[in-house]
């Protein structure tokens, strides 16, 4: 069972099809990236919609008779003997020798008026996946602290009009003041209030005090939090990192802290990205490939 038809999930079927083994994807829909646009920085489908990945993905798997797929939402899962029990929206149950948990991480972006019509497009939390479209535009970093040094600094590789919004969290040091000085950024310790903007394209930040700055692009903190109590469930434990975040724990080989579940892709990372969703996914289906063969034939397992 493959819990999640994203990047890595996709990546994972496709790897799993290939190798005749019988996999079930089943998908919620609701990918973290379909509020964006386009995807930046992906080979083969850099600027094309997230959508038409996904959709290729399923496309492609179709040449597996091993792999089905299916739409609905894993809502319990249990271990019993040689394996699991899922049980999906609708009553339906599966058992599984292995799971591989792909379903992707929810983004918790600042709860602010105006943040929400424009997550995605004009308010984002990565400049690798967003900067070239803000590429000379004037815009804010929203972050705090040793966060905000870096993020400031970080977007002037995409323009020369950057303002750090510390939203009067934090004092900066007088070091982190001149590097901040040396490259141009300027630093507003101004409360955040609202964002202003129309069909999905920011306007300006509004402040406690009544006053606007216009900006046409903000980045912002939005750490990822688990979808669903499913990891929980199976017994696969979180390590909380520097950023705030809920990744699973897995080890070198995409094992999760119960055996024979495994994950791949943003619910296990801190740094989410979809090129690498793709090579961990594939990568943890020849891993789970490898530990069938050691049930079928007794052979060593993890592989030397």
Same mark, same amino acid.
């Given at each position: 069972m493959v819990v999640g038809a994203g990047a890595a999930g996709l990546s994972a079927a496709l790897v799993l099809g290939r190798a005749r083994r019988k996999t079930l994807v089943i998908d919620a829909g609701e990918p973290s990236n379909r509020a964006a646009p386009v995807i930046g920085g992906l080979l083969g489908f850099d600027q094309r919609p997230p959508?038409?990945?996904y959709a290729t993905g399923r496309s492609q798997l179709e040449a597996y008779p091993s792999v089905q797929f299916r739409s609905g939402e894993v809502l319990e899962g249990?271990?019993?003997d040689h394996g699991f029990v899922l049980e999906v929206a609708g009553g339906d149950q599966v058992r599984a020798k292995r799971v591989l948990?792909?379903?992707?991480?929810?983004?918790?972006?600042?709860?602010?008026?105006?943040?929400?019509?424009?997550?995605?497009?004009?308010?984002?939390?990565? @400049?690798f996946c967003h900067?070239?479209?803000? /590429?000379?535009?004037?815009?804010?970093?929203? %972050? #705090? &602290?040793?966060?905000?040094?870096?993020?400031?600094?970080?977007?002037?590789?995409?323009?020369?009009?950057?303002?750090?919004?510390?939203?009067?969290r934090t004092q900066l040091s007088p070091d982190d003041q001149r590097i901040l000085d040396r490259a141009g950024v300027t630093v507003d310790d101004r409360r955040v209030v609202e964002l202003i903007g129309a069909d999905r394209?920011?306007?300006?930040?509004?402040?406690?005090?009544?006053?606007?700055?216009?900006?046409?692009?903000l980045l912002v903190e939005a750490p990822v939090r688990q979808r669903s109590p499913l990891a929980q469930q199976l017994g696969a434990t979180c390590t909380p990192g520097p950023l705030g975040t809920e @990744?699973?724990?897995?080890?070198?080989?995409? /094992?999760?802290?119960?055996?024979?579940?495994? %994950? #791949? &892709?943003d619910v296990c990372t801190e740094q989410p990205h979809i090129a690498g969703a793709i090579?961990?996914?594939?990568?943890?289906?020849m891993i789970i490939v490898q530990s069938l063969l050691a049930d079928d034939f007794g052979l060593p397992y993890p592989p030397a």
């Open positions: 959508d038409e990945l249990r271990a019993v948990l792909a379903s992707g991480m929810s983004y918790s972006p600042p709860q602010l008026p105006g943040v929400a019509d424009l997550w995605g497009t004009s308010v984002f939390h990565c @400049p900067g070239w479209e803000m /590429r000379d535009k004037k815009l804010a970093a929203l %972050a #705090a &602290g040793e966060q905000g040094l870096h993020t400031a600094l970080m977007l002037r590789g995409w323009t020369d009009d950057v303002v750090l919004l510390t939203d009067g394209q920011l306007e300006a930040v509004a402040f406690a005090d009544g006053d606007r700055l216009a900006r046409d692009g @990744p699973l724990t897995v080890d070198e080989i995409a /094992r999760t802290s119960t055996s024979g579940v495994f %994950a #791949a &892709g090579a961990a996914g594939a990568e943890a289906a």
